[in-house]
């Protein structure tokens, strides 16, 4: 499957929502994630514990917007995805970067967490 590309994310909606422990993390979540892969960008919505919908995302287009984004560039990812860089070590050096309403980010750590190691593990 490309990477970038919506399939890869729907693949990783279905992949989260055959998750039990996403459903606990995200069990109160009400939010909008802008997923960036590179210069390609998808919008997440999170709801009682599952993803109910996912879209490429094309500024203006979306009348809903987005509350936070976890962005990076797509070697990141592959290094991630490879195994040559820890996901911890992404994140602590804000090579995959958090951005938006870092409340509801904050308050989503853990769902964030569980979401790029399925990420990862695609």
Known sequence: ???????????????????????????????????????????LKLYGGKVIDVMQYFPMANPLGWDYSIAATVATWKELRDGTRPLGHLLDTGSISIDGNLLQANRLYECTHVMLTILRDL
């Open 1 to 43: 499957m490309e990477f970038p590309s919506l399939a890869f994310v729907e693949s990783l909606q279905l992949a989260l929502n055959d998750s039990e422990r996403f459903a606990v993390v995200s069990e109160w979540s009400d939010v909008k994630v802008l997923l960036c892969l590179g210069e390609e960008r998808y919008w």
